[in-house]
């Protein structure tokens, strides 16, 4: 027999609201997963908030996503120069503990 | 109650002296004998001499009227839980009532202990993840019991695959359900806690969430059998909370 304990808690785990991926994390790591493909050189492991417990808008908006999706490895080159230079501002931004570099922009203007 | 007094079983004469101890076991309290007709109460006094006095009560009846009447009646009268009537019928006829009496099956056979209600099925389905569709293998499982016509079961489904980007996505529940046994068709429906995973392509971390979901299944009986059914088993399911993959899978298996 199930102990009634467990029982309550698998109850309340179902009922209260859960927690989750963002929607915005899904579509930058999409984007990245992508030029992944086209870049051997691109290495960028903060470009994309955590998005669990994390109120951080990733750095790529939605067009940018969208841009960087339908761009062909052929033209990606740019775009993956583009977004390693802001992992490199990212670093040296948390090293001196400034601000995000591009808050407020999320389109970094890596997709032409 | 008519219907429950109704559920007894005839036994054949050879195993009076079965029937009695099989009832007295089954049963807390004492056992209402009832013969019906002086020559059921001569073969029921010699019986009652080998079982212990306190272990049944005689209560015989007259011939004619209702029977499953009469031995509610007896029930009452006695204040047993148990009853066996006793009758000559070109042979000794024991009918239990009753608590002891055995549960049986439409044609009057002795029902067996069912098994425990179980389903595994395997096959493929689509999730949508914030509307980027992924395909990939998956597996619904469940293990429970038996009601009238219908079982519980601890449900348990699985599927991962991968976005057209290659992204890494996974996504489970688990919960409890409630699904009919039908011979054709079945429908089944329960909530479940889920939990659903990917893993980032920018360090290769693992990003997920747990919330509530539900299920709803359809499941098609493509071969009916005693012990284990295959099914063609059609489920749908969605976590209620953040991260919101909605699945629908096409899966094979078994199931009772």
Known sequence: ?112 | MIALLASGLALASPSLEDALQQAIERTDGPVAVCPVGASAQTATRRLLESVPADAVILHPLPRGGDPDQAMQQALSATRATCALRIEVDGGLLVTPFGECAAPTTADGTEAPDRPPAYLLTLGAARASWFGVPVYGPAVNAGIGGHMASAAWLVHFELTRGRTPEGLLMSYGGLGLGLETTGHVVRVGAGVELTASRMVRATDGGVVGGVGPGVYGALRFVAVDSDTADVLVSLQASGNLGAGTPAVVGLTVGMGN
Not at chain 1, 21 to 50: I, K, M, N
Request: hydrophobic fraction near 35%; include cysteine.
């Open chain 1, 1 to 112: 027999m199930v102990d009634p304990k467990y029982l309550v808690l698998w109850t309340l785990a179902t009922v209260l609201p859960g927690c989750g991926l963002q929607q915005s994390t899904f579509h930058c790591e999409r984007a990245v997963a992508h030029l992944q493909s086209c870049c051997d050189d691109l290495d960028v492991p903060d470009v994309c908030a955590d998005g669990l417990f994390n109120d951080a808008e990733p750095p790529l908006d939605s067009d940018t996503v969208d841009c960087i999706l339908a761009t062909p490895c052929g033209d990606a080159r740019q775009v993956c120069d583009a977004l390693n230079l802001h992992q490199e501002a990212l670093e040296e931004s948390s090293w001196l503990g400034g601000d995000d570099p591009d808050s407020g922009d999320t389109g970094l203007g890596v997709c032409p």
